[in-house]
């Protein structure tokens, strides 16, 4: 089964607008969720984590995301995405119920800015 | 400072040769991992190396994979009888250690290999 979800492949969004970015996680367990982004050219970077406490994290570059425990979601989002912002977002659980301490990540969603 | 390095950064081998990857993780780092990441697909978790413990391996898709990692530092992918499905990024990525959760981990640039 998977064990996060991100549901758009592929987002295009217009310079200035807001963006959010949806994850979804599918077990029971509190989880460690993670966003990271993979620009291009480059590897990927920890944009921002959520452990407990705080249900709104603050990231890196202005990005914000909310875990949401009744919706199992954790999703990312910017108030004014900016060009380079353009970019692979991927989200991704430690999975406490198999003991792995390695991060799984969802397939990812491609964003696309316009100007 | 030094980030993660991986080499080659691309590489093409013909189906049935055995081909090797190398990660230099960033120094000091005790916790390294691999991960594939094909096109459309998520990045898919290989094999994980914490300090001296057993490495977690339950990633590894099939016998004709492997890894080692020598002296705590710099670590080999091997991939045994490559097939075209082989082909994809093979990205490593290290951590201070203790747990992945705990510190964020740094990626490498990855190997691109393609399987003719």
């Known amino acids: 089964a998977q064990s996060v979800t991100q549901p758009d492949i592929h987002i295009t969004v217009s310079e200035g607008a807001s963006l959010e970015l949806r994850c979804n996680y599918s077990?029971?367990?509190?989880?460690?969720l993670f966003w990271y982004v993979q620009s291009p050219g480059q590897g990927l970077q920890l944009l921002l984590k959520?452990?407990?406490?705080?249900?709104l994290v603050q990231g890196i570059k202005g990005f914000e995301a909310e875990f949401k425990r009744s919706q199992s979601s954790f999703n990312l989002r910017k108030p004014s995405v900016h060009w380079s912002d353009a970019a692979e977002y991927f989200c991704a659980v430690v999975r406490m119920d198999t003991g792995r301490r390695a991060l799984t990540f969802g397939s990812g969603t491609r964003l696309q800015v316009q100007p | 400072g030094a980030g993660v390095s991986q080499s080659p950064s691309n590489k093409v081998t013909e189906k049935g040769k055995d081909v090797e990857l190398r990660c230099d993780p960033i120094?000091?780092?005790?916790?390294l991992y691999w991960y594939r990441q094909s096109l459309g697909q998520g990045l898919e978790f290989l094999i994980y190396f914490q300090g001296n413990s057993a490495p977690d391996k339950s990633g590894l898709p099939s016998d004709r994979f492997s890894a080692e990692r020598t002296g705590g530092s710099v670590s080999t992918l091997t991939i045994q009888r490559t097939q075209q499905e082989d082909s994809a990024v093979y990205l490593c990525a290290s951590s201070e250690g203790g747990s992945s959760y705990n510190s964020p981990l740094h990626f490498g640039n990855g190997t691109r290999l393609t399987v003719t």
């Open positions: 959520y452990f407990s406490g705080d249900t």
């Open positions: 120094s000091g780092h005790t916790a």
């Open positions: 077990y029971g367990a509190t989880p460690y």
